[in-house]
Protein backbone atom coordinates (compact mmCIF):
# COMPACT_ATOMS: atom_id res chain seq x y z
CA UNK A 1 0.00 0.00 0.00
CA UNK A 2 1.63 3.58 -0.88
CA UNK A 3 0.99 6.56 1.48
CA UNK A 4 -0.09 9.92 1.31
CA UNK A 5 -0.01 12.30 4.22
CA UNK A 6 -0.26 9.34 6.61
CA UNK A 7 -2.73 8.21 4.90
CA UNK A 8 -2.46 4.35 3.86
CA UNK A 9 -4.39 3.93 0.19
CA UNK A 10 -5.39 1.59 -1.99
CA UNK A 11 -3.17 0.46 -4.69
CA UNK A 12 -3.49 2.78 -7.88
CA UNK A 13 -5.22 5.48 -5.31
CA UNK A 14 -2.99 8.69 -4.31
CA UNK A 15 -3.73 12.15 -2.78
CA UNK A 16 -2.13 15.40 -3.60
CA UNK A 17 -1.48 17.45 -0.57
CA UNK A 18 -1.28 20.56 -2.24
CA UNK A 19 -5.05 20.25 -4.44
CA UNK A 20 -6.40 17.63 -2.26
CA UNK A 21 -7.13 15.43 -5.09
CA UNK A 22 -7.70 11.85 -4.27
CA UNK A 23 -7.71 9.31 -6.88
CA UNK A 24 -9.97 6.47 -6.91
CA UNK A 25 -8.02 3.00 -8.11
CA UNK A 26 -9.42 1.01 -10.71
CA UNK A 27 -11.63 -1.42 -8.68
CA UNK A 28 -13.70 0.46 -5.49
CA UNK A 29 -15.24 -2.68 -3.86
CA UNK A 30 -15.50 -3.59 -0.57
CA UNK A 31 -11.63 -4.62 -0.32
CA UNK A 32 -10.65 -0.94 -1.15
CA UNK A 33 -13.33 1.09 0.86
CA UNK A 34 -11.44 1.00 3.86
CA UNK A 35 -8.53 2.93 2.58
CA UNK A 36 -10.46 5.29 0.01
CA UNK A 37 -12.79 6.33 2.87
CA UNK A 38 -9.50 7.31 4.78
CA UNK A 39 -8.38 9.56 2.38
CA UNK A 40 -11.79 10.62 2.11
CA UNK A 41 -12.11 11.63 5.71
CA UNK A 42 -8.53 13.29 5.65
CA UNK A 43 -9.40 15.19 2.64
CA UNK A 44 -12.87 16.77 3.62
CA UNK A 45 -11.18 17.96 6.97
CA UNK A 46 -8.45 19.52 5.24
CA UNK A 47 -10.75 21.72 3.19
CA UNK A 48 -12.26 20.96 -0.15
CA UNK A 49 -11.36 17.66 -1.89
CA UNK A 50 -11.78 16.34 -5.57
CA UNK A 51 -12.30 13.23 -6.53
CA UNK A 52 -10.73 11.71 -9.57
CA UNK A 53 -12.39 9.09 -11.14
CA UNK A 54 -11.58 8.25 -14.18
CA UNK A 55 -9.58 5.20 -13.82
CA UNK A 56 -12.67 3.83 -12.29
CA UNK A 57 -13.67 0.33 -14.43
CA UNK A 58 -15.51 -1.00 -11.30
CA UNK A 59 -17.60 0.74 -8.24
CA UNK A 60 -19.29 -1.09 -5.77
CA UNK A 61 -22.78 0.51 -4.42
CA UNK A 62 -21.11 0.87 -1.25
CA UNK A 63 -18.96 3.33 -2.80
CA UNK A 64 -20.97 5.30 -4.20
CA UNK A 65 -23.15 6.67 -0.77
CA UNK A 66 -19.70 6.28 0.58
CA UNK A 67 -18.81 9.33 -1.63
CA UNK A 68 -22.26 11.27 -1.06
CA UNK A 69 -21.72 11.17 2.73
CA UNK A 70 -18.18 12.50 1.69
CA UNK A 71 -19.64 15.18 -0.41
CA UNK A 72 -22.53 15.84 2.37
CA UNK A 73 -19.65 16.37 4.99
CA UNK A 74 -17.90 19.19 2.99
CA UNK A 75 -20.58 20.19 2.19
CA UNK A 76 -21.60 20.69 6.11
CA UNK A 77 -17.59 21.98 6.49
CA UNK A 78 -18.37 24.90 3.91
CA UNK A 79 -16.00 23.39 1.83
CA UNK A 80 -15.90 22.42 -1.98
CA UNK A 81 -16.50 19.02 -3.24
CA UNK A 82 -15.81 17.55 -7.02
CA UNK A 83 -15.70 14.28 -8.95
CA UNK A 84 -13.69 14.97 -12.06
CA UNK A 85 -13.34 12.96 -15.13
CA UNK A 86 -16.04 10.42 -14.07
CA UNK A 87 -15.07 7.05 -16.17
CA UNK A 88 -18.10 5.51 -18.46
CA UNK A 89 -18.23 2.40 -15.83
CA UNK A 90 -18.75 4.88 -13.06
CA UNK A 91 -21.09 6.81 -15.02
CA UNK A 92 -23.02 3.73 -15.71
CA UNK A 93 -23.73 2.75 -11.96
CA UNK A 94 -24.43 5.67 -10.80
CA UNK A 95 -27.20 6.06 -13.32
CA UNK A 96 -28.21 2.49 -12.38
CA UNK A 97 -28.65 3.41 -9.03
CA UNK A 98 -31.01 6.05 -9.77
CA UNK A 99 -28.67 8.55 -8.52
CA UNK A 100 -27.79 10.55 -11.46
CA UNK A 101 -29.44 14.13 -10.14
CA UNK A 102 -27.47 13.54 -6.63
CA UNK A 103 -23.83 12.96 -8.64
CA UNK A 104 -24.78 15.89 -11.68
CA UNK A 105 -24.12 18.08 -8.22
CA UNK A 106 -20.42 17.29 -8.27
CA UNK A 107 -19.70 15.65 -11.16
CA UNK A 108 -17.04 17.41 -13.19
CA UNK A 109 -15.60 16.59 -17.17
Known amino acids: MDTAGGVRMAPGAYMSDAARTLALPMIVDLDALD ?7 EAVELGGVE ?20 AETAR ?3 FGFAI ?16 SDTFGTWMKR
Request: glycine letters at 6%; a positive charge.
Open 84 to 99: SGASAPMRAAIDRLGL
Open 35 to 41: VVRDGLI
Open 51 to 70: VDARAVERVSTNALFMLVSA
Open 76 to 78: RNH
